[in-house]
């Protein structure tokens, strides 16, 4: 097992560049299944079920690249043309605020070359915060090939999903028989855990996306569509999308309006919005099936992206899930054995 295990992790390492779409595909199919269950159920051949499926997920996010991207692109000229703008505002908002703070506290705990330090600081992050987005929002598309978003990922995954119970079958028909029960449970668990946080957690970033776009949009921030769809992009990393989209924001809402009621706003919509997440989406979409710590998804997902990329950011949680599920059924069975329940023997 442990070879098996590092003739795997080789592979995935020897063929990093090529297997993304492919992990894309599987992923789409995973998603995919039960729907396409359904359908089956109903009366409708699988394989064309699974084709059409695949073709609207396809045409659907053809749909929203070609409606966000000149939407996306806009925002980045007013980033590049605003930029000197915001530092300057965000710098005199600083100024303002160590000022009152001198006069509050007095000379001695705030001066002038502390004031002035702050203030370039200031600049100097905003400056750097619109630079990184650009190049973020800019350079994102070159993340995927063209032809394999279009073409590679969509064929694999119709024959992942058309085919998909009888790898299943030919699969469990591998396994030792005499462990066979055993293995199957696991791998039932995992399928619960994964899918309950795969499947809520992407329409919990799609929800979360779509209300801090809307809302920083209405509120009058400049930049609120790239700042709102960055936040629900990342909300999959647990608390990371929030506070990103929160601080950038912020920042950005410092620079533009110079003013602590457009901070205000743009604080009510990130506050609205985790109103929404912790008491209406989250126990809605995932609830208590969900059984990954939060700690735990972000280090999968960092781990995961140190080790082989954007792959591994792929492979995280689904690997986390199923090291999870195997840690707590050891833990039973540890729980159960006599190593746990055999009490200590001391000496007469």
């Known amino acids: 097992m442990l070879g098996a295990l590092a003739a795997i992790l080789f592979a995935l390492w020897l063929f990093s ?189 799609l929800i979360l996306g779509l209300f801090y776009a809307g809302g920083l949009q209405l509120v009058g921030l400049e930049l609120g569509l790239i700042v709102g769809l960055m936040a629900g992009v990342l909300s999959f990393i647990p608390y990371v999308g929030s506070l990103t989209g929160f601080v950038t924001a912020v920042l950005l809402a410092a620079a533009q309006f110079g003013s602590w009621q457009g901070i205000a706003l743009v604080v009510a919509v990130f506050v609205a919005g985790q109103i929404l997440e912790g008491y209406f989406i989250y126990p809605r979409l995932l609830g208590d099936r969900v059984e990954l710590h939060a700690v735990w998804v972000i280090f999968a997902l960092f781990a995961g992206g140190v080790a082989f990329g954007f792959l591994g950011v792929l492979l995280a949680v689904p690997m986390a899930a199923a090291i999870g599920v195997v840690a707590r059924y050891w833990l039973r069975r540890y729980l159960e054995s006599p190593l746990y329940l055999d009490p200590p023997r001391t000496g007469s």
Not at 38 to 55: E, K, N, Q, Y
Not at 67 to 78: C, E, V
Not at 159 to 187: E, F, G, K, N
């Open 17 to 205: 560049a090529i297997l993304t779409p492919f992990v894309l595909a599987i992923c789409v199919a995973y998603f995919l299944d039960p729907p396409v269950t359904r359908m089956r159920r109903i009366g409708v051949p699988r394989g064309l079920a699974a084709f059409l499926l695949v073709l609207g997920l396809a045409a659907l996010c053809l749909l929203a690249v070609l409606l966000l991207y000149p939407l996306l692109i806009a925002q980045i000229g007013i980033l590049i043309q605003r930029l000197p703008a915001y530092v300057t505002g965000i710098s005199t908002l600083v100024q303002q605020a160590l000022e009152r703070a001198q006069e509050a506290f007095g000379p001695e705990v705030v001066d002038a070359q502390l004031r002035d330090l702050a203030v370039r600081q200031a600049g100097a992050m905003v400056t750097f915060l619109g630079t990184a987005v650009g190049r973020l929002i800019g350079g994102g598309v070159a993340l995927f090939n063209v032809f394999t978003l279009v073409v590679v990922t969509p064929i694999v995954a119709f024959y992942l999903l058309r085919d998909w119970p009888r790898i299943i079958a030919r699969v469990d028909s591998w396994l030792p028989r005499r462990s066979a029960h055993t293995l199957r449970q696991l791998a039932r668990d995992t399928d619960r855990v994964l899918s309950a946080w795969l499947r809520g957690q992407l329409l919990c970033c």
